[in-house]
């Protein structure tokens, strides 16, 4: 909600248009459909994540590191 001050005389308009929702109301919980978005979108990232390769267990991370660390300086 905004407040408007009329600088002439000094007194506060009030704005009935941009009445709107707050964020207490919008997070309040009350659309479930919303909600149900929410846990396929997770779901979905969840099934999307790979897993680990087989070859990629039996790096040698020590190794990987030494060699990183040398080429940056």
Do not use: C
């Amino acid at each position: 909600m905004g407040i408007v001050m009329n600088m002439s005389s000094y007194e506060i308009e009030q704005n009935p248009v941009e009445e709107e929702y707050g964020d207490e109301v919008m997070f309040a919980g009350w659309n479930p459909a919303v909600a149900l978005l929410h846990q396929q979108a997770v779901a979905e990232s969840a099934d999307r994540q790979a897993a680990m390769p087989a070859d990629l267990a039996t790096v040698d991370a020590e190794s990987f590191l030494r060699k990183m660390y040398a080429y940056q300086r």
